[in-house]
Every structure is written in structure tokens, then in C-alpha cells.
């Protein structure tokens, strides 16, 4: 069975600062994605970044980047330079590649920037 | 590129009556989604197609919601009779497996049912 955890609730950082948002998966598939949504207040979800299992170095998009550690099953997403609109939840999912379309999200972290 | 389309974006029914939502998936998608969001179940997948056709509904809460996707670039979720239970953020989302980033679902900005 897929899984994924995120063990931070919530979590504050100051404005200008890096935040680092903790994710961890469970999987016995050998191909699989790994992504970060962003849903601010407003509701909607935002696709921040994509690790592929296969993929050995890490990701990064701007001021967003995946640590991905594969023997332990981590993804943590680093955010850097914290702004306002940073301030939002972040979902960590899973998908594997080969054996179907089932995303497997976690049950997010609230990231509140601090000015 | 516009996104995924949803509508309504808020909607406000009473017990009973019939509800339906809207997706317009981005163009050349040839997946579509659609997902619950509660405070108590997180997102929860309900429905996705692949070229328009159901492919697994396992998600769908029970007999009283219903989806259709009568060509690739619409589909419906119906809910009939609707109960306050219903009562959550509903996503659309879609997917081009035929790209280089095949994996990545892109989201609609969701519809808020409340039933009162």
C-alpha cells in the first residue's frame, strides 16, 4: 500500500528565511513521481514541483527544491527566501509511474511566513 | 494555456435537490479527475477518465453521485439527492501522459458545495 507522511501540522518561519516542509512515502513500486501542491487560502491548488524516482538529482523550480533522499523514502520540499505569499498548506503526493493514475497525497503542512 | 476550468465556484443547495458540477480539463489532456476535499478525509480521489471513458470509480461515495464525460473537453459530477455530508471542496484536475511530463495532475480552482 502507498503512503505518504507529513509529520508537520503547521510550521512558521520568518520572512527571508528558508523553511524546509518534511515528506516521507511508503512504496514497493520501483518507478513513481513525486510532487508538491501548494493551496493557499483561496482555495486552489497549485503545482509547485515534480522528483521522479529515476531522477538523480533534485529537482528545483525557482525558489523551490525537492531534497530527495531514496533509501530513505524522503521528498522534503525546501522553500527559500520566505515571502508572504508563501503562507499557505503544502501537500506532498505520490504516484507510481507504471501501474495506474491513483495520486496518494499527504495530509499536509500549514506554512505560515512571518513578516 | 488556459487551466482547468471549473464552475460554479461556490454553490449553495438544500438538502434534496440536485447538483452539478462543471470541468473543462486543459486542451490535449487525455485524463481528467475529480476529487473530494474535507477537513475530516483530506482529498480523495472519486472518479478519472482516460480518453473520456470511466476508468475507475472505486472512489465514488455511493450511488448518488454520478460522472460523465461526454467528450474531452467536458465533464460533469452529479450529486442526486444531495445530503449535508456532501458538503466539501470538489477538484477537477487533468493529465497528458502523452508529454515528457506525463505524471504531473494540474488542478481546477475547485467548486465549494455547501448543503444546507
Known amino acids: 500500500a502507498q503512503k505518504i507522511t507529513q509529520t508537520q501540522p503547521g510550521m512558521f518561519v520568518q520572512e527571508k528565511e528558508a523553511v524546509t516542509l518534511d515528506c516521507t512515502y511508503d512504496?514497493?513500486?520501483?518507478?513513481?513521481?513525486l510532487f508538491w501542491y501548494k493551496q493557499p487560502s483561496s482555495g486552489e491548488m497549485i503545482f509547485l514541483i515534480y522528483?521522479?524516482?529515476?531522477?538523480?538529482q533534485n529537482a528545483t523550480e525557482g525558489r523551490y527544491s525537492l531534497n530527495f533522499q531514496k533509501a530513505r523514502k524522503s521528498a522534503n520540499l525546501v522553500i527559500s527566501a520566505s515571502q508572504l505569499g508563501d503562507s499557505a498548506m503544502y501537500f506532498c503526493a505520490m504516484t507510481p509511474t507504471n501501474t495506474g493514475n491513483q495520486f496518494y497525497f499527504g495530509t499536509g503542512t500549514s506554512l505560515t511566513v512571518i513578516p | 494555456d488556459a487551466g482547468v476550468i471549473q464552475s460554479p465556484r461556490h454553490e449553495v443547495t438544500e438538502m434534496g435537490q440536485e447538483v452539478t458540477l462543471r470541468c473543462k480539463p486543459i486542451s490535449g489532456h487525455d485524463y481528467l479527475f475529480w476529487y473530494r476535499q474535507t477537513m475530516m478525509r483530506g482529498l480523495e480521489l472519486l472518479i478519472y477518465?482516460?480518453?473520456?471513458?470511466?476508468?475507475?470509480d472505486s472512489g465514488m461515495p455511493e450511488d448518488r453521485f454520478s460522472a460523465k464525460m461526454p467528450n474531452a473537453s467536458f465533464s460533469t459530477l452529479k450529486i442526486q439527492p444531495s445530503e449535508p455530508r456532501d458538503s466539501a471542496v470538489y477538484f477537477c484536475?487533468?493529465?497528458?501522459?502523452?508529454?515528457?511530463?506525463?505524471?504531473?495532475?494540474?488542478f481546477g480552482p475547485g467548486t465549494r458545495l455547501t448543503v444546507l
Open positions: 512504496t514497493s513500486d520501483q518507478s513513481y513521481g
Open positions: 522528483q521522479g524516482s529515476y531522477d538523480e
Open positions: 477518465f482516460n480518453n473520456n471513458v470511466p476508468i475507475d
Open positions: 484536475a487533468s493529465r497528458d501522459r502523452t508529454s515528457p511530463d506525463t505524471d504531473t495532475q494540474y
